[in-house]
């Protein structure tokens, strides 16, 4: 099991590493707050993960299907349920925020053509987002955990990790954090009920894309250009999350427990075939 995760890794930064590269010699001068550097950088991040993930599915003699991507649910409904799902959360966040007095709207910062052309670029970068960012810790890495430790004690780890990530994020808190990490439980969660990783993807997908373009929020601490209207968070930083955005707020707790609830309900329990069968066992 260390010896996979550490090929995987290695292969991974071997894939990575160039194309971050190719990355900053194409785009570099647009700066790192702009939907097409996000999209080309996560693309690249995308590449190299699921691409090590592919090397290991032949050095291990396994459909790399197994991982959380299955191919013929490729932005299938699962997906689309996900970012369904991903757009509730958001605006019943920011909408328990503005019940508060913690959020409001503001005037709109495009219009016309240009709100239609920089909402589709975001809603593509957010994609690469979340494949490449659900992938990492809820695909490759958790399947060949899960085969060592179980499950569950893999994906706390991993969404430990997750979080661990965002703590270096301009802006960001230990609350912004620890959202992050049950954030990452939860989609785990997801992830073992459904036995693949697109709803989480559709999910991760739509509720950066509501942070960052339709509300204009802060997203773990980010404040990204072009977004939707010139909106303002005001009140105390347990209410709106402050610099960290409504992920830091406390009621991003209370959304994510509804978001389980739901998993729970849409996802009954049952035997799964895939990821999650291999995991739990």
Same mark, same amino acid.
């Given at each position: 099991?260390?010896w996979s995760l550490l090929l995987y890794l290695a292969f991974g930064l071997f894939i990575w590493y160039p194309l971050q590269i190719l990355v900053l010699l194409i785009l570099g001068s647009l700066g790192s707050y702009s939907p097409q550097f996000?999209?080309?950088? @996560? /693309?690249?991040? +995308?590449?190299?993960?699921?691409?090590?993930?592919?090397?290991?599915?032949?050095? @291990? !003699?396994?459909?790399?299907?197994?991982?959380?991507?299955?191919?013929?649910?490729?932005?299938?409904?699962?997906?689309?349920?996900?970012?369904?799902?991903?757009?509730? @959360?958001?605006?019943? /966040?920011?909408?328990?925020?503005?019940?508060?007095?913690?959020?409001?709207?503001?005037?709109?910062?495009?219009?016309?053509?240009?709100?239609?052309? =920089?909402?589709? /670029? =975001?809603?593509?970068?957010?994609?690469?987002?979340?494949? #490449? @960012?659900? #992938?990492?810790?809820?695909?490759?890495?958790?399947?060949?955990?899960?085969?060592?430790?179980?499950?569950?004690?893999?994906?706390?780890?991993?969404?430990?990790?997750?979080?661990?990530?965002? !703590?270096?994020? !301009?802006?960001?808190?230990?609350?912004?954090?620890?959202?992050?990490?049950?954030?990452?439980?939860?989609?785990?969660?997801?992830?073992?009920?459904?036995?693949?990783? =697109?709803?989480?993807v559709g999910w991760h997908t739509s509720f950066d894309f509501g942070e960052t373009f339709l509300f204009s929020v802060p997203d773990s601490g980010f404040v990204f250009d072009h977004h939707l209207s010139n909106s303002v968070l005001h009140g &105390?930083? =347990?209410?709106?999350?402050?610099?960290?955005? &409504?992920?830091?707020?406390?009621?991003? +707790?209370?959304?994510?427990?509804?978001?389980?609830?739901?998993?729970?309900? /849409? #996802?009954?329990?049952?035997?799964?075939?895939?990821?999650?069968?291999?995991?739990?066992?």
């Amino acid at each position: 099991m260390a010896w996979s995760l550490l090929l995987y890794l290695a292969f991974g930064l071997f894939i990575w590493y160039p194309l971050q590269i190719l990355v900053l010699l194409i785009l570099g001068s647009l700066g790192s707050y702009s939907p097409q550097f996000v999209t080309l950088e @996560e /693309l690249a991040s +995308f590449v190299s993960a699921y691409g090590a993930a592919l090397i290991m599915s032949r050095l @291990e !003699r396994r459909p790399a299907d197994l991982y959380g991507l299955p191919l013929p649910k490729v932005f299938g409904k699962s997906f689309w349920l996900g970012v369904f799902l991903g757009l509730s @959360e958001v605006s019943l /966040l920011v909408g328990l925020i503005a019940s508060r007095g913690g959020y409001s709207f503001g005037n709109l910062a495009l219009h016309g053509a240009a709100l239609f052309c =920089w909402g589709a /670029l =975001w809603a593509v970068a957010f994609v690469f987002v979340g494949l #490449f @960012e659900e #992938f990492l810790f809820r695909g490759y890495t958790q399947y060949t955990l899960s085969r060592g430790i179980g499950f569950w004690p893999a994906a706390v780890c991993l969404s430990l990790a997750f979080g661990a990530t965002h !703590r270096g994020n !301009r802006g960001e808190n230990l609350v912004g954090v620890a959202n992050v990490v049950v954030t990452g439980l939860v989609f785990a969660f997801a992830l073992k009920r459904t036995g693949n990783l =697109w709803v989480a993807v559709g999910w991760h997908t739509s509720f950066d894309f509501g942070e960052t373009f339709l509300f204009s929020v802060p997203d773990s601490g980010f404040v990204f250009d072009h977004h939707l209207s010139n909106s303002v968070l005001h009140g &105390p930083t =347990w209410l709106t999350g402050g610099t960290v955005g &409504p992920e830091g707020s406390v009621f991003g +707790f209370l959304t994510m427990g509804i978001s389980a609830l739901a998993i729970h309900f /849409l #996802f009954p329990a049952k035997k799964q075939t895939g990821l999650s069968q291999t995991a739990s066992g």
